[in-house]
């Protein structure tokens, strides 16, 4: 996972779905990160995406 921003102030789950989690940066704003339900990041590129939201 790469966030533009490397100063993670908090992070969060969604109540609503445990495979969203919300990162809010220093300075790029909040990031929500979504997994497949169930999926577990093994290789570098099984690794969550990441939207600007």
Do not use: C, E
């Amino acid at each position: 996972m790469k966030l533009p921003s490397r100063r993670v102030w908090s992070m969060t789950m969604d109540p609503n779905d445990s495979n969203r989690i919300f990162a809010g940066t220093h300075s790029s704003g909040v990031y929500r990160i979504s997994r497949q339900a169930g999926a577990a990041a093994s290789t570098p590129g099984d690794r969550p995406r990441i939207t600007n939201n």
